[in-house]
């Protein structure tokens, strides 16, 4: 039997405690929230980018590397962002697939100085994000990846301990997720402190309703901006999270995932005694009670086709030339339209023939009897055209065609045919 060495030793030992690392991590960090949240600056100051970036418009993709402690490559980090606030939810679906869940990792950034925003937000993404996340488990289920769904569901689970007194209440999700509340400066000078704690103890409620981890921040402190890096570093390469805990509503709420609990936040508030909350589940009743404290405001799912028209970020000069040669098209041949009915219209007024108008219902049904008898009364002249039937167009003016495939759907599918650089 061969002696074993010291070097044999050391090697046993280091790969029993690395485990199953052997290879360096690849995870994937997806980031959404409010438009004009911060997101965008938030991931500039985790990747220590010192450049003056764009707001992102659509699906931003980036990615960072990061020195292995356990082996000799590096790990990575692949993040997304999307942009445009709920307007843009269904691309959530292109991020999270099947072959990167076990590895996916999701922030949820909500503007705290946007108080009738947040709750809309929150569900319209929420909303999406649940059910990218199902859709995905389903697609697993199929294909008998029953390991991958033990390992979701355990550790979605793990963060609570063992008997949570919220259990029978909490839907954690079967991703890491982190609530971010961003613009906590500008919180603290424009809300009363009594409604900083509605929105305290609300994001608190969701987050521990979701298994979420929750953290204010901003980019004017730079204690949180550390705190904040720290947090997006443990759900982008896995690493140690922070453990500590600050519930004061007087302080930038800071609370690691499963270390809340529903005794601790205390019921929904209630603006005054003549409210009834409404709902039969505590998200409903939640609900209710903040939205009587700030009503959301109604956000269109699609922000329509001239706000990608007129923004600088789609701009593309093929597409954008011809869609304003066709538009001038349009208006020549409107005019042209407009100015030869006033001139059919003057020589007829001047050949004493008024203009052909629609016949009242009374005299419809004997005006049919005569015209399909082929006779008529003594002075009858013959019916005249239908009003309805199409005008031919002015002599010279071609119409212009109906929407074209390219204007109307474009490649890119969005409105206007413009793609984000």
Known sequence: MAQKSIWDAAGREAKAKDGDRGQPLDRVLFMMGNKNSGKTTLLSRFLERSDERKATAGLEYTYLRKSSASSMGKDVAHIWELGGGTSLADLIDVVIKPNNISRMAVTLVLDLSQPNEIWTTYEELMTKLKATVKDVCAELKEQREKQILDTLQNNAWAKFGKNHPDAEILTPLKIPIAFIGSKYDVFRKEIEPERQRVICITLRFLAHLHGASLMFCTNSSESLVLRSKALLSALAFGTVPSKVVVLDPDKPCIVPAGKDSLG???????PDSSTKLSGKKPVDMW????????????????????????????AEPVVDDMRKQKDQELVKYKKATEKAAKEQERQAQASGQAPARKKSTSSSSSSSTAAAS????????PAAASPRAPQPSPAGVKPPQQQSRLLSRPPSGRPGGRLPR
């Open 374 to 381: 082929g006779g008529g009364g003594v002075g009858m002249a």
């Open 264 to 270: 601790a936040i205390g019921p929904p508030p209630i």
């Open 287 to 314: 609900k209710s009670a903040y939205t009587a404290f700030f009503p959301q405001t109604v956000t269109a799912s699609d922000p329509g086709a001239d706000s990608y028209i007129i923004d600088p970020q789609f």
